[in-house]
T-cell receptor, first 117, second 113 residues
Framework: AQTVTQSQPEMSVQEAETVTLSCTYD???????LFWYKQPPSRQMILVIR??????QNATENRFSVNFQKAAKSFSLKISDSQLGDTAMYFC??????????????FGTGTLLAVQP | DTEVTQTPKHLVMGMTNKKSLKCEQH?????MYWYKQKAKKPPELMFV???????INESVPSRFSPECPNSSLLNLHLHALQPEDSALYLC????????????FGSGTRLTVV
């Protein structure tokens, strides 16, 4: 069974600084997706970034980038130039590549990030 | 249209009431999902519909009854709920193919009194 672990329940960062959120996972699959989702107080789960396991290059989306270490089964999220709007719960998630619609999105327990002014 | 729309946003119901949650998407996604989320916890999968057919039921109590009338709509019918069923109910959709990734709605905050 696949599991996703986020070891930092809460984190705080000053505005404009950089913060890194950790995520590790366990799977016997060789092909899969990894995601970071953001859930602000508005409740909507928003996709921040996606990484395909077969791609060695780390994904980036503007101020958000990941450090994907497949052998170590590690998938951390780096937020640069933190903004107040980045305050949210961040969930790391795993999905096997094959299986179509019945693929389950497996979530970690989340990291609550607070950006301080 | 790149959204998943959920209604209502808030719902308060008694334990003897019958109510329904509605979810709609017009992205042509063939898979739709219901999740339950308690405060400060990750979402928990309840049901998966693929091509309008129920493909996964995560052993959800029968007081929750899903329905997929067409490829754009997903309902969750609620009856005789318990206070512990109070939670945020999230709907999501996906292409259901190798590209992965879900689009989530903003949820219905349900309170059972």
């Amino acid at each position: 069974a696949q599991t996703v672990t986020q070891s930092q329940p809460e984190m705080s960062v000053q505005e404009a600084e950089t913060v890194t959120l950790s995520c590790t996972y366990d799977t016997s699959e060789s092909n899969y997706y990894l995601f970071w989702y953001k859930q602000p107080p508005s409740r909507q789960m928003i996709l921040v970034i996606r990484q395909e396991a077969y791609k060695q290059q780390n994904a980036t989306e503007n101020r958000f980038s990941v450090n994907f270490q497949k052998a170590a089964k590690s998938f951390s999220l780096k937020i640069s130039d933190s903004q107040l709007g980045d305050t949210a719960m961040y969930f790391c998630a795993f999905m096997p590549l094959y299986g179509g619609a019945t693929n389950k999105l497996i979530f970690g327990t989340g990291t609550l990030l607070a950006v301080q002014p | 249209d790149t959204e998943v729309t959920q209604t209502p946003k808030h719902l308060v119901m008694g334990m003897t009431n019958k109510k329904s949650l509605k979810c709609e998407q017009h992205m042509g996604h063939r898979a739709m999902y219901w999740y339950k989320q308690k405060a400060k916890k990750p979402p928990e999968l309840m049901f998966v519909y693929s091509y309008e057919k129920l493909s996964i039921n995560e052993s959800v109590p029968s007081r929750f009854s899903p329905e997929c009338p067409n490829s754009s709509l997903l309902n969750l019918h609620l009856h005789a709920l318990q206070p512990e069923d109070s939670a945020l109910y999230l709907c999501a959709s996906s292409q259901g193919d190798r590209y992965g990734g879900y689009t989530f709605g903003s949820g219905t905050r349900l309170t059972v009194v």
